[in-house]
């Protein structure tokens, strides 16, 4: 045993003294824990790994413990019964220990990020769960914090986040994890819908049905100008009988909404969302959304909702959005700036025809990428 892993569970076994709940490997109706740190899509991207837990084990109690980012989300899975938010702490051993207390009443708990985090393992191996799973770099050696250690793909960045996080069932006897059919759903609150319900009866959207979100915000360098954006809804609003709402993470609603007052149209307005879910609401009633990768697109292959996204860099084929209905303009080698013409071809297929009904539905959507599997 290396000093590590008895330090380790020198450190864990004082934690067991206030738990309800003695462990155990085999049971028909477990307490599940699944640990998932980072944002919403990281969340989202989990969702897969919790339908297929309650669909396998429907007796189940399924706790997400998650970073505040990933809470709504978790919140609005059926498949979740709780949800736990970890405290970020003074530093990270501080609070390992102290979100590990929280955590002691679990028969199994998945450690679900797509790569080996020591962060995470620490916590996993303090919450003292019977088994604990998670990828490890080595799994083919006795692990220090998991009871069932899981390779990783060859690879990480060739496979989806999806798929790599399913490979985290198997120890459970879920053999075949990447066969499972992908569940992406999530049931929204009552005030979401009861606020794009609130939002749509208002001008111009009472007028038309039908409209487009246009989403500025993303968590990369983004290589589509702001100036590019505007120049494309004017060419839409030019074309088609779309309404646009324009949408931002709240640091950049005020640029949205500035965006909206200088085009001084009556078929563009800005759209301050309060959280993720609102978004959500908005997306499932939209036409089709654009949108930079991220969060958004995302929240729309959840909602199986159109999009178009803008690629600017990361690895594509690992987090691109999984919408039946998506397509992609990547930034080619080299690129500073996605050219606008680029982004107004891709876009064709989206746009209804202007005049067209308002029962009227593109089909016509673009083919996916040849090294994309979508969905079917």
Same mark, same amino acid.
């Given at each position: ?13 004082? #934690? ?26 990281d ?9 297929? #837990? ?24 059926e ?13 990270? !051993? ?10 002691q009443?679990?028969? !199994? ?32 050696? %006795? ?14 960045? =060739? ?36 606020? +794009? +319900? ?32 505007? +120049?494309? +809804? /004017? ?11 324009l ?38 009633? %939209? ?19 159109p999009a178009?996204?803008?690629?600017? =860099?990361?690895?594509?084929? /690992? !987090? ?6 998506? %397509?992609?303009?990547h930034? =080619? ?10 982004? !107004? ?15 009227a ?16």
């Amino acid at each position: 045993m290396s000093l590590f892993r008895a330090f380790l569970d020198l450190v864990a076994q004082p #934690l067991t003294v206030g738990r309800q709940h003695q462990p155990r490997k085999d049971c028909t109706d477990p307490r599940i824990l699944v640990i998932r740190r980072n944002r919403m899509g990281d969340m989202i991207y989990t969702l897969p790994v919790l339908h297929a #837990l309650r669909r396998h084990f429907p007796q189940a109690h399924i706790t997400v413990a998650c970073d505040p980012l990933g809470v709504p989300i978790a919140q609005a899975c059926e498949a979740v019964n709780e949800v736990i938010i970890l405290a970020p702490g003074w530093n990270p !051993w501080q609070a390992a220990l102290s979100n590990a207390a929280r955590l002691q009443n679990y028969d !199994w708990v998945i450690a679900a990020k797509g790569g080996f985090d020591r962060r995470l393992a620490v916590l996993t191996r303090l919450t003292n769960a019977a088994i604990r799973i998670g990828f490890e770099r080595k799994p083919e050696k %006795a692990s220090p914090y998991y009871t069932n250690p899981i390779a990783l793909p060859k690879d990480p960045n =060739e496979e989806h986040q999806i798929e790599t996080l399913l490979r985290l069932l198997k120890p459970l006897g879920l053999v075949k994890p990447t066969e499972f059919s992908v569940n992406l759903s999530l049931k929204l609150p009552e005030g979401a819908e009861e606020f +794009a +319900a609130e939002t749509l009866s208002n001008p111009p959207f009472d007028e038309s049905p039908r409209f487009m979100l246009m989403n500025f915000s993303s968590t990369v360098g983004l290589k589509f100008r702001e100036e590019d954006f505007i +120049a494309l +809804a /004017k060419r839409i609003l030019g074309e088609t009988d779309l309404i646009i709402g324009l949408v931002a993470a709240l640091p950049d609603q005020q640029t949205a909404k500035e965006i909206a007052t200088c085009m001084a149209s009556t078929r563009i307005v800005d759209l301050p969302t309060p959280g993720p879910l609102e978004l959500a609401a908005l997306i499932e009633h %939209a036409s089709f959304l654009l949108t930079p990768e991220g969060g958004a697109a995302h929240l729309a292959a959840a909602m199986d909702k159109p999009a178009l996204v803008l690629w600017s =860099e990361g690895p594509f084929k /690992k !987090w691109y959005s999984r919408g039946r209905k998506h %397509a992609f303009v990547h930034a =080619e080698a080299g690129e500073k700036v996605i050219p606008l013409e680029r982004v !107004w071809n891709a876009v064709q297929p989206f746009l209804p025809k202007k005049g067209a009904g308002a029962d009227a539905a593109t089909t016509d959507w673009p083919e996916p990428p040849p090294e994309v599997n979508f969905l079917s």
